[in-house]
């Protein structure tokens, strides 16, 4: 599914909004070193949301440990995001972006736990988590 996002701003006002980080992977499909975010050992109950816009993306209840290194998920909030087939760097894989504001977050890969039996792999800096109790 590619919808076209809803947020809409120039790079210079992303760029002001995120840390360097966040605009990284967010605005140029970065990529986080493996293992580097806090939110790899986040167990918490609650809500994970974009970092850029705020939409709420992930329920902690599908967060599972991969062992990648990186925030993985099982599935995503319904219509919360975004994916596109992304052919960068010899590989062919599909992209997750935040269904608000384009934002790059991740990839999601076949091979996670059921029910799904997929693995939204996706980058800590592009996630905000806040705790629901
Ligand atoms: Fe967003």
Redesign the pocket.
């Known amino acids: 599914m590619d919808k076209k996002?809803v947020?809409q701003k120039s790079d210079a006002e992303w760029a002001k909004e995120l840390d360097p980080l966040q605009h990284h992977v967010?605005r140029q499909h970065g990529t986080e070193r493996p293992g580097s975010s806090p939110l790899n050992y986040e167990k918490r109950t609650g809500i994970f949301?974009?970092?850029?816009?705020?939409?709420p993306?992930f329920d902690s209840k599908t967060k599972y440990e991969s062992g990648s290194g990186w925030p993985s998920f099982w599935a995503p909030l319904s219509d919360a995001v975004a994916t596109t087939t992304d052919v960068s760097h010899g590989m062919t894989r599909t992209e997750v972006?935040?269904?608000?504001?384009?934002?790059h977050?991740g990839h999601v890969f076949p091979d996670g736990p059921q029910p799904t039996g997929d693995r939204y792999c996706m980058n800590g800096a592009a996630l905000k988590f806040e705790e629901k109790k």
Not at 49 to 55: K, L, R, T, V
Not at 97 to 103: D, I, L, P, S, V
């Open positions: 996002p947020i967010l949301s974009c970092a850029g816009c705020g939409e993306l972006t935040c269904a608000k504001c384009g934002g977050l």
